[in-house]
């Protein structure tokens, strides 16, 4: 088992949420060795809860303790009322872990009256692999735990991608049209890190715009993708009104774009990197609670920022390249940016040996290395380089 990042174990029940095998049930075994787990997976569970939620407290032994995991609760969102009951007359904690927020916010599920915080897990970090980092390893076939594992992680992905992103809208019937929804997943791979045209997406899927948008709803709500919005606060030039997209994991990403003659490696290789430090960036800013809001910065006339950091602990700039020859076009954008935004601190990851300025105000980091102390870079225990 991979140590997960740092953080304090919650002292009271709380929701996880994340994306089926990101290592919640793991991870919580390990913290919560003695908790009374209830899997609504199976089979058997899930028809004794969902027929009557109210008989939870009979699948908790006379005398435990405390801690009890129902894991993938949106499967019978009518549970959190009697765990929001246990909590108050009996004093039990719980945790509740999810794959879907889709089922609890529609249905307007009881959150726990704000009695329990939430809490995300996201594919590893380079830092939590430690030794088991491989940089190739991650652009190819992404960071989820069991691709770090397996021998073999392609038959994995492609399984992950052909039994849950398929199967399991089907089985919640969250889509009328599995066929159809197929294609807009491999359309959608195509604005992988990119910013988001509904437009083109829809004519690539052959369905209607409105439709496209409520997929990408979805898979917001199934913890699969996210938009990334553009970083508009203050700004001194016109700016892009569209966000970004990503897949949450490289490795999904990559199993899902098709793959052809007119398809260049670079093409793909190169959403394959933003794509890694996006989901190192989401699990680190969650993890450590930095107070950071992650946005990017594109104007009109096509300069963009791969990423902006915004919140109380400060203003960050990243662009990433792969590349040690950085050339003059490549520090445009972050020229413009800390133009506009002089207090930014602006890190170019890159292919460079080791950390250095460019010139001043712009840091160039190891791209490598960066990411295996990507926390601690941004939580500031790693200080600006000397210029």
Known sequence: MFNRLPGPVPQASFFLLGP?????????????????????????????????????????PPGHPDWIVVDEVQKVPALLDEVHRLIESRGWRFVLTGSSARKLKRGGANLLGGRARIRTMHPLTAEELGPAYSLSHSLRFGQLPTVY????????LEAYVGTYLREEVMQEALVRNVGAFGRFLQAASFSQA???????????????????????DLLEDLLLGARVPVFQRRARRRVSQHPKFFFFDVGV????????PLDTPEEIDGASLETLVFQELRAHIAARSLGYDLFFWRTVDGLEVDFVLYGEAGLVALEIKRSAHIRESDLRA????????????????????????REPGIELWPLASALQSLGALLSGEVPAADA
């Open 20 to 60: 089926r095998g990101t290592g919640k049930s793991t991870w919580l075994r390990s913290c919560f060795p003695e908790a009374v787990f209830l899997d609504l997976l199976d089979d058997a569970v899930f028809r004794a809860l969902s027929a009557r939620p109210e008989s939870l407290a009979h699948f908790v």
């Open 149 to 156: 594992v397996a021998p073999d992680p392609g038959p994995y």
């Open 194 to 216: 990119a910013v988001l045209n509904l437009t083109r997406v829809a004519e690539e899927c052959a369905l209607p715009r409105k439709t496209v948008s409520s997929h990408f």
């Open 253 to 260: 990403y990559r199993s899902l774009r098709p793959k052809g």
């Open 334 to 357: 972050l020229r413009a940016f800390k133009a506009d935004y002089p207090m930014a601190r602006a890190l170019l990851l890159c292919g460079v040996e080791r950390r250095t300025y």
